[in-house]
């Protein structure tokens, strides 16, 4: 005999395993174990075999691979003694699970088995085939568990049946030749039989509508009296437990009744009087007894209306409710939640016990009770539900927290009367628990206070003051800075306020302050310092008094470590030192964001539905292909649906707002737009000049300069461009000897697909031209629009003009520059003159 | 391997959705996985990408599977310091799997408090459990089934193990972890109940270990004789 083999006993590994202090020495004892097991399996070791196999069930247990231990399984079946096949059947239950291909090979003993002479063998044989047989295997042997379904010993009849179970679930084409057997066990006396019959109805129905209706026909009515006997039977000491007997066989009849109940009258009729007998007649003291009024209570609820039936159950789903057992509260709230479709009155009116329960210590009955709050929500309660809710974030620990912001969050924006309303409880929400606030949900709340023109005063103040007690809330003070950076000026004028709100006193240097401390706050993020860069930015125009002050704030950040941060206050540094003149032209307040787009490009980004989130690309007219959830230029593009939205990659919202913020006060953005480096690059165009880009972080390292470049490549000088006032230097558009042309061209703030045009016309010959007349023509792609002349006549050598303005829309702007044909006609003496020609020395980009 | 995200969303299915799912499931095992057009037709209808679906088939059976099974998914003894003491999986879960769910449910179940409810939501199922002494009894169980019932099954499981043992402790359990099991298996079968009467089930366990008594006995006297014969 092999001297490893031979070795321990399963008492005595078990007992070396326990005495290891580390898991090293464990694995070390386990390992040897399993060198000697191993060794045993290929001597063909016959007198250990079970030994082993027991030993390995249990290193199996204790999480090491055991696979190789799997034929000796099978080898033990096939043996032909009792206590062999019975630890052989354990472990295949344990070592192998369905999808091993080596189960197929223990079909043919377990065929063997299931025709055994001894009933415990076959009991062995249909527990294995019962929990863990294959799709394949339950074909094959389907045949022998049926037979067995009539077998002589009721314990072999019990486990075929739960057996069967197995098999229709895996292959519900052979569910029709269980029916009859089926229904025949639901006519045994003994418990077991009759318990894992009910449950083989109750699965057959699932599976085969044929089965349903068979049983409903044939029997309800017997299950009913079974339920009966069982309710009225004397104390059956065996099956007893709480004074009930067999609440086990109670509940499966119970819910076999709800399925045969289940949309057809006549059976519900029939079970009407049995369930009023339980429902009223069962002790609620033990939990048997609550779980058999559970399962009743469930029944009532499925099976067809009966009014009084309804009543008896919600009033005892309000007697658990009020339990003190947390196991009673939770199985309520778990059925009031099916109720509500049932019957949403009954279940509104324990509104405030369960109010009470989101506020329970116990976090699965928060939960249950949260989503059944979610439930109770409509138009006329959301207010006070809400306010309940608000004051259960307060005390609700910070796991629980993020749920219940969540569903907060999406019970105001869905059911918010006003927008005030919906102002006031975000803000709430805010304060308490920013930190969970989701970054789309934030985002909206912007959207809305944008879009509230009447409430921008009051938004800003109500935030200014939650930001001054709360701080620690990251979205707080995000969108408290981005209001304040908009609409500073609010703040400290009091503009549009409301008369419910007290006066409040802050002036520039306050407003300021709160910016310098969301800066400086040590736990700020870089998004809410990066935003709070951009709304000193804008403030620095409205205060005149701060303006140096803010400088200094920003500049503190030129030395950051932060790409970011360091670029912006780099980048903002030079427009409040360099061009003053633009300024606050670019600064300027945003416009309104677009509430639709950004709810579609909401609802379009969540990946809320599986089927219509994949990839679909939307077309634009111009043929570039947008991603779905490309956010950015939407913001921007707000009157001109069909512009070329410049790429955006990702779904950076944030970084749209903050880009946005600078540009479309006076800069047409995407005139000149370069394609975009990455997500982190927001572009904002100047006058279409030239471009404040701030670039990618690793294009920032190498080459600051060429960012100051472009700064300055703003003009010969911003001087000059002062006194010259536009931004284009006029073009002569048309010279002839007798005539000449010149365009003054300006943009129109915030919209850069339309170039103003402003001709001039100017008369170079002795004579005096009548009946002046200018037209023009232009590419399809342009769209022009004349205004009326200023005079039809034009004076001698140059001693006047006539001016003429145009508007041209370029819908191809940024791809196609401006082109134009002209035809001027007028009368010398009476004499008709026709001049044409073509303007194509438009500056590039308009 | 089976994709994160898809297994998200299928968590995220309404229980209305769940019939449906059910049904093309059993299309999809009676084309024998493979099959493309089950594949697709469970795209239209459950919006599981048919791509998905084909490269995944065992795990979305195993999933229809347990969803469509009304019963305990599995059962878990696990002791006070983490430690498991018994496993009985009658839904298909992979090895991996297994250790996965172990370790999660540690570490939810063994973190609550006394006196909180015997319930814990857990990836779209619930999971019933109740401590006896040092060791938990878990039970793991749809959305739709009966708690209080589960709670009484354990307890059912409990003391018949007290009956068989006299008076169970953890170390019964250790050392005589096999013996649990063949407990178990007359207790449950297929993840259903099997016998509501204690008595049965002791009866049925001391027949098949005298029978295992019986048969050491006739080997040891068979080997008696033949050490007899042979000296």
């Known amino acids: 005999m092999n001297p490893f083999s031979s070795g321990t006993r399963l008492r005595d590994m078990i007992r070396a395993i326990r005495s290891c202090k580390t898991a090293a020495e464990e694995r070390a004892v386990v390992r040897k174990e399993c060198a000697a097991i191993r060794a045993a399996i290929s001597e063909n070791d016959q007198d250990y075999r079970h030994r082993n196999l027991a030993k390995l069930m249990f290193i199996h247990m204790l999480g090491y691979p055991t696979h190789f231990g799997q034929m000796e399984c099978l080898k033990l079946i096939a043996s032909s003694g009792f206590p062999e096949k019975r630890i052989g059947y354990l472990g295949l239950m344990l070592l192998l699970d369905e999808r091993q291909e080596v189960l197929m090979l223990v079909t043919n003993s377990l065929k063997q088995d299931l025709n055994h002479s001894n009933q415990y063998i076959i009991g062995l044989a249909l527990c294995a085939l019962g929990n863990i047989c294959s799709a394949e295997m339950a074909r094959d042997l389907a045949p022998e568990v049926e037979r067995l379904l009539q077998f002589r010993d009721p314990n072999i009849r019990k486990k075929a049946a739960l057996c069967s179970i197995r098999i229709i679930k895996k292959v519900p084409d052979l569910a029709e030749n269980f029916i009859n057997p089926a229904a025949s066990l639901l006519r045994e006396k003994h418990h077991g039989v009759l318990i894992t019959g009910v449950q083989l109805c109750t699965d057959l129905c699932k599976v085969s509508s044929e089965a349903l209706e068979y049983f409903r026909e044939k029997c309800t009515e ?24 067999d609440p086990f066989l109670h509940i499966r009849l119970l819910k076999l009744l709800r399925i045969l109940g289940q949309g057809d009258a006549d059976a519900s009729d029939c079970m009407n009087d049995i369930l009023a007998q339980v429902a009223t007649k069962i002790e609620s003291n033990k939990n048997a007894g609550n779980a058999i009024l559970y399962e009743c209570v469930g029944t009532i609820m499925s099976i067809e209306d009966n009014g009084g039936l309804r009543v008896l159950a919600i009033n005892i789903l309000g007697r658990f409710l009020s339990n003190r057992d947390n196991n009673i509260r939770y199985v309520a709230l778990n059925m009031l939640m099916k109720a509500i479709t049932v019957d949403a009155q009954a279940v509104q009116r324990h509104r405030a016990t369960i109010l009470e329960c989101v506020k329970d210590s116990d976090a699965s009955i928060r939960k249950k009770a949260l989503d059944l709050v979610y439930l109770l929500v409509n138009e006329s309660n959301v207010k006070p539900l809400t306010k309940e809710l608000i004051e259960s974030l307060e005390a609700s620990d910070q796991e629980f927290k993020g749920v219940l912001t969540a569903k907060i ?180 307040r945003m416009p309104v964001l677009d509430e639709a787009t950004f709810s579609g490009r909401r609802a379009g980004s969540l990946p809320t539905s599986v089927s219509t989130s994949t990839g679909t690309a939307r077309n634009l007219p111009n043929g570039i292909a947008k991603p779905a959830a490309a956010p950015v230029a939407d913001l921007l593009d707000l009157s001109s649906s069909d512009a070329p939205a410049p790429s955006s990659s990702g779904g950076d919202f944030l970084q749209d707002l903050l ?167 007028y009368k010398i003496n009476n004499k008709d003159v026709l001049e044409e020609g073509q303007v194509s020395n438009f500056p590039r980009d308009l | ?176 972890f096999h013996k649990a099991y063949y407990i178990l298996d007359e207790l449950l079968l297929a993840g259903e109940l099997q016998e509501s009467s204690k008595k049965t089930v002791a009866r049925l366990i001391a027949a098949q270990d005298s029978l295992v008594e019986t048969a050491k006995e006739q080997a040891s006297s068979i080997s008696n004789i033949i050490a007899q014969a042979t000296k």
């Open chain 1, 409 to 588: 969050c999406s019970l105001v924006e869905k059911f918010s009367p006003e927008k005030i309303w919906y102002i006031d409880q975000m803000l709430k929400v805010l304060s308490e628990a920013g930190n969970f606030v989701k970054d789309e949900v934030w985002h909206a709340l912007i959207v809305v206070i944008s879009n509230a023109s009447d409430l921008h005063g009051y938004s800003v103040r109500a935030l200014y003051r939650a930001f001054q007690t709360s701080t620690e809330q990251e979205t707080l003070v995000r969108v408290a800075v981005w209001c304040i950076g908009e609409y500073g000026d609010m703040l400290v004028n009091n503009v549009g306020m409301l008369d419910i709100e007290e006066p409040i006193t802050v002036t520039e240097s306050d407003a300021v302050d709160a910016l310098e401390v969301s800066i400086k706050r040590l736990n700020s993020d870089l998004t809410t310092k990066a935003m709070a860069l951009i709304a000193l930015l804008k403030l620095s125009s409205r205060f005149p008094s701060c303006s140096e002050r803010i400088k200094d704030i920003i500049l503190q950040n030129k030395r950051s470590f932060v790409l970011e941060l360091q670029q912006r206050s780099i980048e903002f540094n030079c427009i409040l030192q360099k061009h003053q003149n633009i300024r606050s032209a670019l600064v300027e």
């Open chain 1, 222 to 245: 017997g299950l009913v009296k079974t339920l009966k006997d069982m309710a009225n039977s004397p104390y059956a000491p065996e099956y007893d437990i709480a004074g009930i007997t």
């Open chain 1, 659 to 825: 880009g946005v913020d600078l540009s479309p006060a006076s800069a047409p953005p995407g005139t000149s737009q370069p394609p975009k480096a990455d997500d982190k690059a927001s572009l904002v165009n100047l006058n279409g000049l030239a471009s404040l880009t701030s670039l990618s972080p690793n294009a920032t390292s190498a080459s600051p300069a060429p960012m100051m470049d472009l700064l300055d490549g703003f003009g010969p000088s911003p001087q000059k461009k002062e006194e010259n006032g536009p931004a284009y230097p006029s073009l002569v558009a048309y010279e002839s000897s007798t005539l000449r042309m010149t365009f003054n061209i300006s943009k129109q703030p915030g919209n850069p697909q339309i170039t103003l045009i402003q001709a001039i016309f100017t008369n170079l010959s002795p004579n005096v031209y009548n009946d002046f007349l200018f037209q023009a023509a232009v590419p399809k792609f342009l769209q022009l629009h004349l205004d009326p002349a200023s005079s039809n006549t034009l004076p001698a050598s140059g001693n006047g003009s006539i001016i003429q303005s145009m508007k041209v829309t370029n819908s191809q702007h940024g791809k196609k520059s401006l082109v134009m044909r002209i035809r001027i006609a």
């Open chain 2, 1 to 176: 391997p089976l994709s994160k995200p898809a297994q998200t969303q299928i968590y995220q299915i309404r229980f209305e959705s769940v019939e449906l799912f059910v049904n093309e499931g059993f299309k999809l095992s009676k084309y024998k996985y493979r099959n493309r057009s089950a594949a697709t037709a469970a795209e239209i209808r459950i919006g599981i990408p048919a791509s998905v679906l084909s490269e995944n088939p065992d795990f979305y059976l195993d999933f229809f599977f347990r969803l469509l099974s009304r019963m305990i998914h599995f059962v878990l003894l696990i002791s006070r310091q983490g430690k498991v003491r018994l496993t009985k999986w009658y839904s298909p879960y992979s090895q991996k799997e297994r250790t996965k769910v172990i370790r999660e449910l540690g570490g939810v179940i063994l973190n609550r408090g006394p006196k909180l409810c015997n319930f814990v939501d857990w990836r779209g199922f619930k999971v019933v459990y109740k401590r006896y002494a040092s060791l938990y009894f878990c039970m793991c169980i749809d959305q739709d089934d009966n708690e209080l019932e589960v709670l009484e099954i354990i307890h059912h499981f409990v003391e018949i193990l007290d009956r068989y043992f006299g008076s169970v402790c953890e170390l019964d359990l250790i050392f005589n």
